[in-house]
Antibody, heavy 114, light 109 residues
């Protein structure tokens, strides 16, 4: 059974940092291009960024609103995807999903509020 | 930045056929845009229905199909079921990044 399990969400203040993790099982994580997607309360989906597989270069791409503040990385030995979020803003409040190989996790809520 | 446009809402009768479309502000959508379609029901995570224009994961019912239509990506539901009522999102490639459309709320009535 394929599982993607996000963790690390919570409440932080504007300007603070937070790191999310996504642990994968049931598929070949090493070969997967992995993506972070977020959804603000009551809003649509927003693509955050992606990391390619190491065999495809392991490079990252980001959406404009998070470029320079967010960093995506992966540890293939742990089947884990990461999202490091710095200089958080109130508009970063959302459920954050990881996705890869057409599978999605259940999401983790990040709330940025003073 | 690319803007991806979908119909905000559509209504279809059970057993009917409906086509959702996905347009890009940069011009015609092609297979090089790698259109993906996702379904999301209230309180649930999204799930992938279509990837790379017309390919389906194993769990996508046969009544869903993806295509290119008149310069847009299209998702067609044939023989709509009540459980197909949901929000549908398309995703297009834009350079190295990807952009979601605003979503279509499909009502089955």
């Amino acid at each position: 059974e394929v599982q993607l399990v996000e963790s690390g969400g919570g409440l932080v203040k504007p300007g603070e940092s937070l790191g999310l993790s996504c642990t994968a099982s049931g598929f070949t994580f090493t070969n997967a291009w992995m993506t972070w997607v977020r959804q603000a309360p009551g809003k649509g989906l927003e693509w955050v960024g992606r990391i390619k597989s190491k065999t495809d270069g392991g490079t990252t791409d980001y959406a404009a609103p998070v470029k320079g503040r967010f960093t995506i990385s992966r540890d293939d030995s742990k089947n884990t995807l990461y999202l490091q979020m710095n200089s958080l803003k109130t508009e970063d409040t959302a459920v954050y999903y990881c996705a890869g190989s057409n599978y999605w996790g259940q999401g983790t809520l990040v709330t940025v509020s003073s | 930045q690319t803007v991806v446009t979908q119909e905000p809402s559509l209504t279809v009768s059970p057993g009917g056929t409906v086509t959702l479309t996905c347009a890009s502000s940069t011009g015609a959508v092609t297979s090089d845009s790698y259109p993906n379609w996702f379904q999301q029901k209230p309180g649930q995570a999204p799930r992938t229905l279509i990837y790379s224009t017309s390919n389906k994961p194993s769990w996508t019912p046969a009544r869903f199909s993806g295509s290119l239509l008149g310069g847009k990506a299209a998702l067609t539901l044939s023989g709509v079921q009540p459980e197909d009522e949901a929000d549908y999102y398309c995703l297009l490639s834009s350079g190295g990044a990807r952009v979601f459309g605003g979503g279509t709320k499909l009502t089955v009535l």
